[in-house]
């Protein structure tokens, strides 16, 4: 398998993000939202931009905005809590590495 049709599997796996941790009321908008970033990554990588990049660019115009809305420290206090809701899983869609 291509590393760029790879990538676009991963892609797909992305719309069964676990949204547990999104209260009820924004869980439709935050279902919405990350439609359009699953297309936008999966243009991307049709567009022959490897996945890597493309995720760590999202990460880093995410995080932007997030400080644009909520201040360095709201943001860093969220950046502090990921590395246990990486190891838990939260966001795995296939095999642990």
């Known amino acids: 398998m291509s590393r760029q049709r790879a990538g676009l599997s991963k892609v797909i796996f992305m719309?069964?993000?676990?949204?547990t941790s999104i209260d009820d009321a924004g869980a439709?908008?935050?279902?919405?939202a990350l439609v359009?970033?699953?297309e936008a990554?999966?243009?991307?990588?049709?567009?022959g931009i490897?996945?890597?990049?493309?995720?760590?660019?999202?990460?880093?115009?995410?995080l932007r905005e997030l400080v644009a809305?909520?201040?360095?420290?709201?943001?860093a206090?969220?950046?502090?809590r990921l590395p246990?809701?990486?190891r838990a899983g939260e966001f795995s869609t296939g095999a642990k590495h």
């Open 15 to 19: 719309t069964q993000f676990n949204s």
């Open 28 to 32: 439709e908008q935050h279902r919405a």
């Open 36 to 38: 359009y970033v699953t």
């Open 41 to 47: 990554f999966a243009e991307a990588i049709l567009a």
């Open 50 to 62: 490897e996945s890597d990049s493309f995720a760590h660019a999202a990460l880093v115009a995410a």
């Open 69 to 75: 809305t909520h201040g360095e420290d709201t943001v």
């Open 77 to 80: 206090s969220f950046a502090e």
């Open 84 to 86: 246990g809701r990486i």
